[in-house]
């Protein structure tokens, strides 16, 4: 079968499965198999795939159908300038995650040389970014998934910062190693109730400890809260990713915990996404 009708084919399944994107999301997961950009698919339509690529391609397009997220079934997503490896252990990069990056840059210029902590690290995303960056930053990386530490661990070699950063498998309330001067954070944050109405691929798919925020959504916050108190200098920065409508509960625990709030940054769809402060 030539590359125009293996499309052709994969496109319809995931149409009649209600894939909303099932013309990109054929042509990334072909492109992926035969390992040719995207515009090679547009200018060979006859070239003709051999048994083992279309054996994969439709493996690939039957996980599609069932709801697993591109990112996962190539392993790889991209986020902010830089790609990264990413499996079902970790929660997958979101383009509104992004902003933190941005504050971080405002913030602290080229020849700054700072000590920054990401308090659930995950794919390493933030963390790796900020590394990329900012020659001068030395970075810790905690998180109780030891699957997504490794997950880290190979991010930060693929990017070659691997020399400016460590990585320890702890759970926030046990880690007490050092002081920085710039605490991030992207914390579970979604109601436990809310859980089962996520979107299918998230619900089904994505790691449930990087998205259950407890009873109300504020339980693993307020921890890295509380964390973030003690291991931050004074004037340090805090930014933390939050739910979009938890501002004014997060505002006033970081008040109580000696934290002085900047701004609220808002993200792609206008939602409050992440706020940052000052500890005093």
Same mark, same amino acid.
């Given at each position: 079968?030539?590359?125009? +009708?293996?499309?052709?084919?994969?496109?319809?399944?995931? #149409?009649?499965?209600?894939?909303?994107?099932?013309?990109?999301?054929?042509?990334?997961?072909?492109?992926?198999?035969?390992?040719?950009?995207?515009?090679?698919?547009?200018?060979?339509? #006859?070239?003709?795939?051999?048994?083992?690529?279309?054996?994969?391609?439709?493996?690939?397009?039957?996980?599609?159908?069932?709801?697993?997220?591109?990112?996962?079934?190539?392993?790889?997503?991209?986020?902010?300038?830089?790609?990264?490896?990413?499996?079902?252990?970790?929660?997958?990069?979101?383009?509104?995650?992004?902003?933190?990056?941005?504050?971080?840059?405002?913030?602290? /210029? #080229?020849?700054?040389?700072?000590?920054?902590?990401?308090?659930?690290?995950? !794919?390493?995303?933030?963390?790796?970014?900020?590394?990329?960056?900012?020659?001068?930053?030395?970075?810790?990386?905690?998180?109780?998934?030891?699957?997504? *530490?490794?997950?880290?661990?190979?991010?930060?070699?693929?990017?070659?910062?691997?020399? $400016?950063?460590?990585?320890?498998?702890?759970?926030?309330?046990?880690?007490?190693?050092?002081?920085?001067?710039?605490?991030?954070?992207? /914390? /579970?944050?979604?109601?436990?109730?809310?859980? #089962?109405?996520?979107?299918?691929?998230?619900?089904?798919?994505?790691?449930?400890?990087?998205? +259950?925020?407890?009873?109300?959504?504020?339980?693993?916050?307020?921890?890295?809260?509380?964390?973030?108190?003690?291991?931050?200098?004074?004037?340090?920065?805090? *930014?933390?990713?939050?739910?979009?409508?938890?501002? +004014?509960?997060?505002?006033?625990?970081?008040?109580?915990?000696?934290?002085?709030?900047?701004?609220?940054?808002?993200?792609?769809?206008? +939602?409050? $996404?992440?706020?940052? !402060?000052?500890? *005093?």
């Amino acid at each position: 079968m030539n590359i125009y +009708n293996t499309l052709y084919q994969g496109k319809n399944i995931l #149409k009649m499965n209600k894939i909303l994107s099932p013309n990109l999301d054929s042509e990334i997961l072909l492109s992926e198999i035969i390992n040719k950009e995207k515009k090679y698919l547009i200018l060979n339509p #006859k070239k003709v795939l051999d048994r083992k690529q279309l054996e994969n391609y439709n493996n690939l397009i039957n996980r599609r159908k069932n709801g697993e997220p591109i990112a996962y079934l190539i392993n790889k997503k991209e986020f902010w300038k830089y790609e990264f490896y990413v499996n079902n252990d970790v929660l997958i990069p979101r383009p509104d995650t992004e902003h933190i990056i941005d504050q971080v840059l405002k913030i602290y /210029p #080229k020849k700054h040389k700072i000590r920054v902590l990401d308090i659930g690290v995950g !794919s390493g995303c933030i963390l790796l970014s900020l590394l990329k960056e900012r020659k001068n930053f030395y970075g810790i990386g905690i998180d109780i998934s030891k699957k997504s *530490i490794n997950v880290s661990k190979f991010n930060a070699k693929k990017l070659n910062v691997a020399h $400016r950063v460590k990585f320890y498998n702890s759970d926030v309330d046990n880690f007490m190693i050092g002081k920085y001067d710039l605490i991030v954070s992207n /914390p /579970p944050y979604i109601e436990l109730l809310n859980l #089962k109405y996520l979107e299918r691929e998230v619900a089904s798919f994505e790691p449930k400890l990087a998205l +259950n925020g407890g009873f109300d959504g504020f339980s693993k916050i307020k921890k890295v809260i509380k964390k973030a108190k003690i291991l931050i200098k004074k004037n340090g920065k805090f *930014i933390l990713e939050i739910g979009f409508n938890q501002k +004014n509960i997060v505002k006033e625990l970081l008040k109580n915990e000696g934290f002085y709030v900047n701004k609220i940054q808002k993200d792609y769809g206008n +939602n409050d $996404r992440c706020i940052i !402060s000052t500890k *005093i």
